[in-house]
């Protein structure tokens, strides 16, 4: 059964990406054996979802209009779906669709397309909380870094109690400490 999981690295207090969607932060961490779970957790993966500002981020990092051959090196063949409500460019030869409105509209489309594998939910807090409030979240899981922002994008602006989340991991990878949730 596909699973719908956020994964994400965010910092001590809370925050995925600085005011201006910046991941610097967290590309100053020294990433010791964090890859070796990273291509674990990739493994189980069929298809990606993203907002906006994650997409942009993406091509911004990877100058992937100018390479677009990248996309393929990092993601593979997995479908991927971008909620967005502006026109952005597409990466040739990527297969990204570009999607709008409710995240439940698009959830049987994204679940299939992922296969027997599960659906990333790869960045924007706000995109994870649509996907929770519409009930299809299954687990959270968040590697926290030794590092902190005075302000930023929350990790999960969305409300959730402790009745919603269930404890199902906590472990140390290298520098993060990773805390995983069954969602519901």
Known sequence: MTDCVFYTAATLNGFLASDDDSLDWLLRVPQDD????????????GALVMGSATYEWMLRQED?????????????????????????????????????GDVAEW???????????????????????????????????VAFAPATLTSGKPLFPHDLSWEDLELTGVRQIGRFAELSYRVG
């Open 34 to 45: 964090v890859q070796g779970d990273m291509d674990a957790f990739f493994a189980s993966v």
């Open 64 to 100: 992937l209009l100018a390479h677009p051959a990248k996309w393929a090196e990092i993601y593979g063949e997995r479908p991927a779906f971008v909620f967005t409500t502006r026109s952005l460019p597409a990466i040739p030869g990527s297969g990204i669709r570009f999607v709008s």
């Open 107 to 141: 959830f049987d489309l994204i679940a299939r397309s992922a296969g027997d594998k599960d659906v990333w939910v790869m960045g924007g807090g706000a995109l994870a909380g649509q996907f929770a409030a519409a009930g299809l979240l299954n687990r959270i899981i």
